[in-house]
């Protein structure tokens, strides 16, 4: 069963850009969405592509700026898909630079109108049909400047400031109202800064970074102390044991072969369950066997903590065996040529690496690095 199965979502602003991908990826899993825009064309290309992949959605035209639109957004979904229990309120506009003394106030109204009364238009007729439906969530889409200043991008900056605070009374008015299965609703919106601060993602880089004087147990327990977290005992010792490196707690990294010294920073990434995992070109200065047995070690742990993971790699077998979805990026400048979605199962023994369609992906991954590279060195 997908994640969000007889689930019903409006996304707005999702004509494209982010709006885009969190409507496909919502229909991918199940909801039935209403994707609207200002740009109804731009929202009914999203549609038709969702629609052609098997899912379901339709389009609406929804100015955020006027709250009639967003009343007439939720009824849409009432009408159309019977409730609405997830919403994103994704759509917004940047800002002309110009400082304070000099702003166009016609600008500042134009940005604050839907970077900011947007949302709570949205929010006024969202929160009320998501409490009938028996509750879910809403996500609003800020922005690092929702909590750092620039010069020169006040309507933008404030309006996303004040977004943030607006979640947090969304979040106490409503998240209260019981588990989010009866009646309560996950009001989220989370800025990259934020999400640094929580440690809502962990990093693994591609040397270890083990501390020589410190043993595997007391790395892996670092950013735990750092963090001030109890439980620390029961956290290091389920880390440790998901990436099978029970009985080596005491052993100091340079007594470990590169591969587990590898598989203890996965653990020290683990120990304060991030919801993300990032990880850049972990396994890339290993040999072709101990990397053959990490991917598949990685595909079992992702199986087993259903984590998301951001994995960037060099190599095309690796970035096949792994992934769900595949991003090709070219260099410098550094832009995305071809995403690619998996039809792999689930279940990846090592030698799938030598079926047809898996080399039909990693052909289609070589042509997409080949049109981004410049083949200037
Ligand atoms: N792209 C980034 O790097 C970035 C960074 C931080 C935050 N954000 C925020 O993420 C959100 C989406 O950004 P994006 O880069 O995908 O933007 P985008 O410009 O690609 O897409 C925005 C969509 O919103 C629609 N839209 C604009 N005004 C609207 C209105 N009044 N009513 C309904 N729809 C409207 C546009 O037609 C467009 O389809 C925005 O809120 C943005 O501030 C983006």
Redesign the pocket.
Known sequence: MARFDSKVAIV?????????EISRELAAEGASVVV????LD??QRVVDEIVAAGGVASAFE????KWE?SEAAVAFAQKNYGALHLAVN?????APAQTIGDYDIAAWDRVR???LD?VFYGLKFQLPAMVAAGGRAVVN?????GSVGIAQNAA?VAS?HALVGLTKVAALEYAAQGSRDSGGITVNGMSPSEARVKRSYGYVFQAPALYPWRTIEKNVALPLEIMGLADREARIKRSIDLVNLTGFEKKYPWQLSGGMQQRASIARALAFDADLLLMDEPFGALDEIVRDHLNSELLKLWARTEKTIAFVTHSIPEAVYLSTKIVVMSPRPGRVTDIIESDLPAERPLDIRETPEFLRLAARVRDGLRAGHSYEE
């Open positions: 707005t602003g999702g004509g494209s850009g982010i709006g885009a609207t825009d200002i740009n731009a929202a929804q100015n955020t700026a639109d994704n759509a917004g506009i940047g109108a839907v970077d947007g889409m800020s922005s690092v400047l933008y996303k």
